[in-house]
C-alpha cells in the first residue's frame, strides 16, 4: 500500500512558476514509477509527465513543451513537478500516482493516486 499526498498548488498568474510535490508513505516508494496528471473542470484526466523508478528516465506530454521537469527523491519518498512559464491553461487539480508497469501515460495503468491538488492560473 502506498499513501500519496500532493502539495504546493495555489493561485499563481500567467508566466509563474510552482512546484508541485508529492509524497509517499511506506517503504516501497523505489518500487514504483511515478507519474503526474491533471484533470480540468469538464475534462478528462490527463497525462503529464511520469518518471522510472531509479530517476533516470522522464516522460512528458507533448503540451508540456520544456515548461515543466518531473524527479524524485527516493530517500525522501518525494517526487516534484517543476512548471515554469505557467499558462491559464495548466489550470487543474494536479494528482499524483504511481505504477508498477510501464504504461506511464495511461491513467488505468497507475495503482495509487493521491486526492490532488488545485492550481488556479490567472491572466
Known amino acids: 500500500q502506498v499513501r500519496l499526498i500532493e502539495s504546493g498548488g495555489g493561485l499563481v498568474q500567467a508566466g509563474d512558476s510552482l512546484r508541485l510535490s508529492c509524497a509517499a508513505s511506506?517503504?516501497?516508494?523505489?518500487?514504483?514509477?511515478m507519474g503526474w496528471f491533471r484533470q480540468a473542470p469538464g475534462a478528462v484526466r490527463e497525462f503529464v509527465a511520469a518518471?522510472?523508478?531509479?530517476?533516470?528516465?522522464?516522460y512528458y506530454a507533448e503540451y508540456v513543451e520544456g515548461r515543466f521537469t518531473i524527479s524524485r527523491d527516493n530517500v525522501k519518498n518525494s517526487v516534484y513537478l517543476q512548471r515554469n512559464s505557467l499558462k491559464p491553461d495548466d489550470a487543474a487539480v494536479y494528482y499524483c500516482?504511481?505504477?508498477?508497469?510501464?504504461?506511464?501515460?495511461?491513467?488505468?495503468?497507475?495503482?495509487?493516486w493521491g486526492r490532488g491538488t488545485q492550481v488556479t492560473v490567472s491572466s
Open positions: 511506506g517503504r516501497t516508494f523505489s518500487s514504483y514509477a
Open positions: 518518471i522510472n523508478r531509479d530517476g533516470d528516465r522522464t
Open positions: 500516482a504511481a505504477t508498477t508497469g510501464m504504461d506511464y501515460k495511461i491513467a488505468l495503468r497507475y495503482d495509487y
